[in-house]
């Protein structure tokens, strides 16, 4: 199994301020047949389902803020929120969809300091 | 708008089943892959198994935690996807959530939509 790791567990950013996440995998989940990272990125607010806001390491989903970013490739991949909002309070997995079983990371919670 | 709405939840004791359901609404359910994940109190998520859709044989897979007691099916014509959990542990203890897989991805799964979750657990 392809295992994720995240990092930092927790971090507190104030309002306006750059937050960054690392999530690293265990394997390259890039796919050499398309050049294509198999990473996505998930929100997850207290109480709300997980919602779905990068796929290909870097491509921002449909509606989703220009603030939220990710970069990488192979099996180290960053994500970055560029100016933190209040709502951006949440706790942030990245997954893996190179092969079965998918896998998520731990999870990072983002909090405002 | 999509939707999807998770049923079938509840107190069970270990090694008793139970079915859950995911009623969709919103898209052409037929031509999507669909997926459980679960999490357990205050922990991370965890992928539980998924069902392609019939362009891609309707076949599953699934998480070696629940692989030969878990078993997703579907049902097209009612846009409803299940998970029979059968054998339940205590360590299944979990919101178990569906979710629609990106379209066309269906052996490379990220999900899209979310269901809310219905929470089983699992106790004597």
């Known amino acids: 199994d392809i295992v994720m790791t995240q990092s930092p567990d927790s971090l507190a950013v104030s309002l306006g301020e750059r937050a960054t996440i690392n999530c690293k995998s265990s394997q390259s989940v890039l796919h050499s047949s398309n050049n294509k990272n198999y990473l996505a990125w998930y929100q997850q607010k207290p109480g709300q389902p997980p919602k779905l806001l990068i796929y290909w390491a870097s491509t921002r989903e449909s509606g989703v803020p220009d603030r939220f970013s990710g970069s990488g490739s192979g099996t180290d991949f960053t994500f970055t929120i560029t100016s933190l909002q209040a709502e951006d309070v949440a706790v942030y997995y990245c997954q893996q969809y190179y092969t079965t079983p998918f896998t998520f990371g731990p999870g990072t919670k983002v909090d405002i300091k | 708008e999509v939707q999807l709405v998770e049923s079938g939840g509840g107190l069970v004791q270990p090694g008793r089943s139970l079915r859950l359901s995911c009623t969709t609404s919103?898209?052409?359910?037929?031509?999507?892959?669909m997926s459980w994940v679960r999490q357990a109190p205050g922990k991370g998520l965890e992928w539980v198994g998924f069902?392609?859709?019939?362009?891609?044989?309707?076949?599953?897979a699934y998480a070696a935690s629940v692989e030969g007691r878990f078993t997703i099916s579907r049902d097209d014509s009612k846009s409803i996807a299940y998970l029979q959990m059968n054998s339940l542990k205590t360590e299944d203890t979990a919101v178990y959530s569906c979710?629609?897989?990106?379209?066309?991805?269906?052996?490379?799964?990220?999900?899209?939509?979310w269901g809310q979750g219905t929470l089983v657990t699992v106790s004597s």
């Open positions: 979710c629609r897989v990106y379209g066309g991805y269906d052996y490379h799964a990220f999900f899209d939509y």
């Open positions: 069902i392609r859709s019939k362009t891609y044989g309707g076949t599953t």
């Open positions: 919103g898209f052409t359910f037929g031509d999507y892959a």
